[in-house]
Nanobody, 113 residues
Framework: QVQLVESGGGLVQAWGSLRLSCAAS????????MGWFRQATGKEREFVAG????????YYAESVKGRFTISRDNAKKSIYPQMNNLKPEDTAVYYC??????WGPGTQVTVSS
């Protein structure tokens, strides 16, 4: 069983930065591909960024390329998206995900203009 808990969300002004964290439990979690999705009000959940189990490969949605950086610390069973140059359209609930269909409860990110 894998459990994921996000933290680090909040309110930030446009062009500001936030760093989210996702802490995972479960001894095999370091073997999982992990990533982040987000869901804005009235929209479908969408992929944001992902990383392979080693952290050697990363993937980004076009909308966040060049602004978001995902990293991983397997010793801490955690992944971190560093989000820079935030825009109002980045406002959403951000969800941590691990391969196998595991989701965290989400953390709200609100970017004010």
């Amino acid at each position: 069983q894998v459990q994921l808990v996000e933290s680090g969300g909040g309110l930030v002004q446009a062009w500001g930065s936030l760093r989210l964290s996702c802490a995972a439990s479960g001894r095999t979690v370091i073997s999982y591909t992990m990533g982040w999705f987000r869901q804005a009000t009235g929209k479908e959940r969408e992929f944001v960024a992902g990383t392979t189990r080693s952290g050697g490969s990363t993937y980004y949605a076009e909308s966040v390329k060049g602004r978001f950086t995902i990293s991983r610390d397997n010793a801490k069973k955690s992944i971190y998206p560093q989000m820079n140059n935030l825009k109002p359209e980045d406002t959403a609930v951000y969800y941590c995900w691990a391969a196998g269909g595991y989701w965290g409860p989400g953390t709200q990110v609100t970017v004010s203009s």
